[in-house]
């Protein structure tokens, strides 16, 4: 789903007399850094404006209904601005979704930035939860499939990656509604609170599993994660296919190295020179797959949602997609996208903060 | 001569062209032949498009005809995977639907990988001011959720599977970009590209029979490996309803279908899936065997 294939290589490490060179070239890819983030951003914004000219539903008829008079439209298309050419609607798009406007959404009849800030601590909860379920099992047995490599546990690596990446999501998400909570009764169902609990929480950051920890109401709180456990195992399988096969070849390429041969020649226990040595030199780039990783579950987690109706983004987007529902569209697609191109930068600067060989 | 076609295909000294290409693709296949999981996905493929092409002889009743007294059946005799909503054959409609998902994943595999080979090349042949302009757009184009981008795409489309085919590939190019361009650049300044400069071949000439034919096996590898998650996506928006429309008996629309009846009539949403999960394993499985033979690295071209 995501591409291993960003390019990024640590930069060469510089020699003492070059300090200040250095740290020109440092402060230039810095700035060619947030350059480019921001021509993404422009280019993330002139799709999503073309999206909305081309779509073939009116935005003047929506706003004044069918029975408007000619008259009444010509107003309407005039104090839209549909009237002016199309780079001063861009410029007027990009100044409003700057100043956080994407207009009101048609089918809840809200502000479409209203919308999303109360949907989407839903996505992130459920993402967040997925990717740890991902991290905590995926690196694990990535280090320990290269470690054995052709092992038992580096089989089982490779049927459970290979699995996960040829199962579609929902399908995986309807069958385990139906197993767990059709037949086996284990977890609660669709949705993100029982009934009863529906509300009863008072919201301090949307996260429920956290607001109920906050007012102490663990009743609240086990029915919240009897609800996420299941469509959070399922987006944690997803990343952990992907988590586990990165690690493992991030492994790989270090105990092949020749400081791994000194240190077991040096008499370490395999477990140190596992742990201590060959994982601590894969962590950073680990940090960017878990980065990428997350970014995916926040899209990935559109289907995920649906099956599980689980009121998030995915489901909002979807839900305004179907209903032609165009504001709502673009102001979600912008949000995802926005998240997406932040955390490929979060995981470029942790690699340059974290990599000694980039000071 | 008492040669036999194997000693021919693997001589050591080719005598002509075509003997030594033959060749080069017998050892690939005997290499691809040795991998137990490959073989298996290609069977299975061989078997999807088999199964496609005969689709209207092989499926046993209608895709379409609908049966409201025998809706929901169970697997049975007479319906081996049981009857959907509609009481229509829930095996014919999977047997019509390779046909679309074929399809699907064919146009797909062949629009979005040529795109990409004409930007990719294209820029890093030129260099300079074109390259950074190109690959700033793939960057753009990297950096966006590619599911979302091909939701917003279809909504403004209008869903249809052409318009599906049509952002799936919108959506899918920019990965081979950036291979071709790297491939371009490692040939860019090789000898033969000079020789052939000399001989007076244009930059045209250059791009289409010089520099495409090298960038051709390793796009082979990532459309192989591609393959499964174009079958997920495709699946994915029919799922959503933003492929095929209804009555198409499209994989991920069936398994929509059968949602609303999960808990009672499991066998409605769970056969399409299945089928879905075994093409994308095959899929899968080809790819990596694929890999193994015609990576770039080896000893290959």
Redesign the interface.
């Known amino acids: 789903?995501t591409?291993a294939?960003t390019?990024r290589g640590a930069a060469p490490s510089p020699a003492p007399d070059h300090r200040a060179a250095a740290r020109r070239r440092h402060a230039r890819s810095i700035a060619g850094t947030l350059l480019?983030l921001a021509?993404?951003m422009l280019?993330?914004l002139l799709?999503?404006f073309i999206?909305?000219r081309?779509?073939?539903i009116d935005p003047v008829l929506k706003v004044v209904g069918d029975r408007a008079t000619q008259a009444q439209y010509d107003a309407a298309y005039q104090a839209m601005g549909l009237d002016r050419p199309l780079v001063v609607q861009f410029i007027r798009y990009l100044g409003e979704v700057l100043t956080g406007d994407f207009g009101r959404s048609i089918s809840t009849g809200q502000l479409v930035v209203d919308d999303i800030r109360r949907v989407f601590p839903a996505t992130v909860e459920l993402a967040t939860l997925g990717t740890l379920i991902g991290v905590a099992i995926g690196v694990p047995l990535g280090v320990i499939a290269a470690a054995r490599r052709g092992g038992a546990i580096d089989q089982v690596a490779r049927v459970v990656a290979?699995?996960g990446?040829?199962?579609?999501?929902?399908?995986?998400g309807?069958?385990g509604?139906?197993v767990f909570y059709?037949i086996l009764g284990w977890v609660g169902g669709p949705g993100r609170q029982g009934i009863i609990y529906d509300g009863m929480v008072p919201t301090v950051t949307g996260l429920i599993l956290v607001d109920s920890l906050i007012a102490g109401d663990w009743g609240a709180f086990r029915d919240a994660f009897s609800h996420i456990i299941l469509p959070a195992s399922l987006l944690g399988y997803f990343s952990l296919a992907y988590i586990s096969r990165m690690t493992r070849s991030f492994m790989l390429e270090q105990l092949s190295a020749e400081y791994i041969t000194t240190a077991r020649v040096k008499g370490l226990s395999e477990r140190a020179v596992i742990w201590r040595h060959a994982f601590r030199n894969i962590q950073i780039p680990l940090i960017t797959v878990i980065a990428l990783s997350f970014?995916?579950l926040?899209?990935?987690s559109?289907?995920t949602e649906?099956?599980f109706s689980w009121p998030g983004l995915g489901q909002y987007?979807?839900k305004a997609?179907?209903s032609?529902d165009?504001n709502a569209?673009?102001g979600?697609?912008v949000v995802?996208?926005t998240c997406?191109?932040l955390l490929?930068l979060l995981s470029d600067i942790l690699y340059r903060v974290l990599d000694p060989r980039s000071k | 001569m008492n040669q036999t076609r194997r000693d021919w295909l693997l001589s050591d000294a080719p005598q002509t062209r075509r003997q030594a290409r033959m060749g080069a693709l017998y050892q690939g296949w005997l290499t691809f032949r040795g991998n137990k999981l490959a073989m298996l996905g290609l069977i299975v493929l061989v078997l999807l498009i088999g199964i496609a092409i005969l689709a209207p002889w092989l499926a046993p009743q209608s895709p379409f005809t609908q049966d409201l007294a025998g809706r929901l059946q169970p697997p049975s005799a007479e319906h081996w995977l049981g009857t959907d909503h509609l009481g229509r054959d829930i095996l014919s409609r999977l047997i019509h639907g390779s046909r679309i998902t074929l399809f699907i994943v064919g146009t797909v595999a062949l629009i979005a990988p040529v795109i990409g080979l004409f930007i990719g090349t294209v820029a890093g042949f030129a260099g300079g001011w074109a390259d950074q302009v190109l690959m700033r757009i793939t960057d753009i184009f990297l950096a966006f959720p590619k599911l979302i981008l091909a939701l917003a795409f279809v909504a403004a489309l209008g869903p249809s599977i052409g318009n599906a085919v049509l952002a799936l590939a919108l959506t899918a190019w920019p990965p081979y970009a950036r291979l071709a361009r790297a491939e371009t650049l490692t040939i860019r300044h090789a000898d033969f590209i000079a020789a052939a400069r000399l001989q007076g071949a244009g930059p045209l000439r250059l791009l289409i029979r010089h520099i495409w034919p090298l960038c051709i096996s390793s796009l082979i590898v990532r459309v192989a490996l591609d393959m499964a998650g174009i079958i997920l996506s495709a699946a994915g928006l029919g799922f959503l309803g933003l492929g095929a429309q209804p009555p198409m008996p499209e994989w991920g629309a069936m398994i929509s279908d059968g949602r609303t009846y999960i808990l009672d009539f499991w066998w409605v949403a769970a056969m399409p899936g299945i089928a879905i999960f075994i093409v994308s394993m095959a899929f899968n499985l080809l790819g990596d065997g694929l890999r193994d033979v015609l990576d770039p690295k080896g000893s290959g071209q």
């Open positions: 789903m591409d294939d390019g480019s021509l993404t280019g993330l799709v999503t999206i909305g081309v779509m073939p290979l699995v990446y040829s199962m579609p999501i929902f399908w995986l309807l069958m509604l139906l059709g970014g995916s926040l899209e990935g559109v289907l649906i099956i987007i979807t997609l179907l032609g165009m569209v673009l979600g697609t995802v996208g997406f191109v490929n």
